[in-house]
């Protein structure tokens, strides 16, 4: 099955509110990242966080290792906010390969 | 600011034909990747160098081939390629493993007809 699983596949928002994806996993793990990818661009790392909470302007990141999950809190969200957010682990046992989940497409709307 | 740079940004051949793709980076990283995004947007690892040495390689058709020259460069050769190959490659670099801070370029899109 899969390995990493995100929810929800995607979330439409009013300007303004807040959002909280979600990153499950499967297995072990030795680091957790997330991801932000614009619509047809690249891919621009948001966090890495392995365990505990850390802060980056309106977003915050959330890693319960026991818990098997991770969770990305946008606070009141922007357009600009819109793309897909990609949560990868990189499994114990597995160097240097990270295992990313299908993504979260966020949509918000003014 | 871009420090991770693709060519082509987009490709379209026909199946058969052989394809290279390159990859730069001008971070001084040591680890670069090839990825496989899909048209459900799936990222999936392909390759993996540090220090122009192979350390991961994937389960990948025969038919995609790496290529480091040195360690800020990447290319991607694909020989023969076939219709499921349609799809956008991105590389990346880190300063040392996958536990680092993984910096992407724009990415390359293939289209194959």
């Known amino acids: 099955g899969q390995q990493v699983q995100q929810s929800p596949a995607s979330l439409v928002l009013q300007e303004g509110e807040n959002a909280e994806l979600q990153c499950n996993f499967s297995?072990?793990?030795?680091?957790m990242q997330w991801f932000y990818q614009r619509p047809g661009g690249s891919l621009v790392s948001l966090f890495y966080n392995p365990s505990g909470t850390k802060h980056s302007g309106r977003l915050t990141s959330t890693t319960v290792i026991k818990e098997r999950r991770s969770s990305l809190h946008i606070s009141s969200s922007q357009t600009t906010d819109s793309g897909t957010y990609l949560c990868?682990?990189?499994?114990?046992?597995?160097?240097?390969?990270?295992?990313f989940g299908a993504g979260t497409r966020l949509a918000v709307c003014p | 600011e871009t420090a991770v740079f693709q060519t082509p940004n987009y490709h379209v051949t026909q199946v058969g034909n052989e394809v290279s793709f390159n990859c730069k980076q001008t971070l001084g990283h040591d680890t670069m990747y090839w990825y496989k995004q899909d048209s459900k947007k799936l990222l999936k690892i392909m390759f993996s160098?540090?220090?122009?040495?192979?350390?991961v390689n994937e389960t990948v058709p025969r038919r995609f081939s790496p290529q480091s020259s040195d360690k800020a460069h990447l290319n991607l050769r694909i020989k023969s390629v076939e219709p499921e190959d349609s799809a956008v490659y991105l590389c990346a670099s880190s300063p040392g493993g996958a536990r680092d801070t993984q910096y992407f370029g724009p990415g390359t899109r293939l289209l194959v007809l």
């Open positions: 297995t072990s793990l030795n680091s």
């Open positions: 160098y540090n220090n122009k040495q192979l350390i």
């Open positions: 990868a682990l990189e499994r114990t046992g597995s160097f240097n390969k990270l295992t």
